[in-house]
């Protein structure tokens, strides 16, 4: 049977944990070469050792997504080993709780960089190459919180909405060229970004409480949404948002 992504190649931001790893870990498993891009190149050479033990193909870059000479590099180092890029997921980012009146301009930077710039900098780049061979897939990983409002997260909120903005715009740019440009916006999972407040039991009370499914989504939930749009079963979607939220934003 033939793999979701045999043959082809991809790109993966923040792939050295979370969701990123998930991520990578399931391209690999569908047939994709996968470049791990991450500033933490420990946690990238372990997680190509995984990779390749499980019979997958995968390679490093190491780099910070919010300077563009490393994107650039990356990319370009990524096509000299694959050839191609036809994927590219956006998934590079932070959050911060910090209230506006206690922000700092270099907190709203450094927030708006990792999460905002850093898309701006990898589409630009991956996007030189799918362009001219007339195919590509995007995927940006937004969150609810693009969408919806949070006390206390406006810089992040205010990312993730430009990343929506994002998204729609560029696919609305690249659709005569058949690059396809989507995001995924999750609600709250298990990461390592989450496990602070999900480990407050009044905060995990309080969250769950606004979650009609009463669960929060694991990182390999929110993965399958991501390979499905990395793969020709979404060739005809483009400019959408998937929101990932046990029913959170419904009500």
């Not at 470049?35 to 390679?59: P, V, Y």
């Not at 396809?180 to 969250?207: C, H, I, Q, W």
Request: hydrophobic residues 45%; glycine residues 10%.
């Amino acid at each position: 049977m033939k793999k979701l992504l045999e043959g082809k190649s991809a790109i993966i931001t923040g792939a050295s944990k979370g969701l990123g790893r998930e991520i990578s870990l399931s391209f690999a498993r569908e047939g994709a070469f996968v470049g791990l891009f991450s500033r933490d190149e420990r946690a990238l050479i372990s997680l190509k050792e995984e990779i390749e033990k499980a019979g997958g193909k995968s390679m490093v870059l190491k780099g910070d997504a919010t300077v563009y000479e490393d994107v650039k590099n990356a990319v370009q180092k990524f096509i000299e080993e694959a050839g191609k890029i036809d994927i590219l997921v956006n998934n590079a980012g932070i959050g911060e709780v910090i209230p506006v009146l206690e922000m700092k301009e270099e907190d709203w930077d450094r927030t708006i960089n990792a999460n905002l710039k850093s898309v701006f900098f990898f589409s630009k780049e991956a996007g030189k190459h799918m362009v001219k061979a007339r195919s590509g897939r995007i995927i940006n990983i937004a969150s609810i919180n693009g969408i919806k409002g949070e006390g206390n997260l406006t810089a992040y909120c205010a990312s993730k909405a430009g990343v929506i903005g994002f998204t729609k715009a560029l696919a609305l740019e690249w659709a005569p060229y058949n690059v396809l440009v989507n995001a995924v916006a999750p609600g709250y999972f298990v990461s390592e970004m989450t496990r602070k407040a999900l480990e407050d039991e009044k905060m995990r009370e309080r969250l769950i409480r606004r979650i009609p499914l009463r669960r929060f989504a694991s990182p390999e939930e929110i993965a399958g949404i991501v390979l499905y749009l990395a793969s020709d079963m979404s060739s005809f979607v483009t400019g959408s948002v998937f929101v990932i939220d046990g029913g959170e934003t419904a009500r």
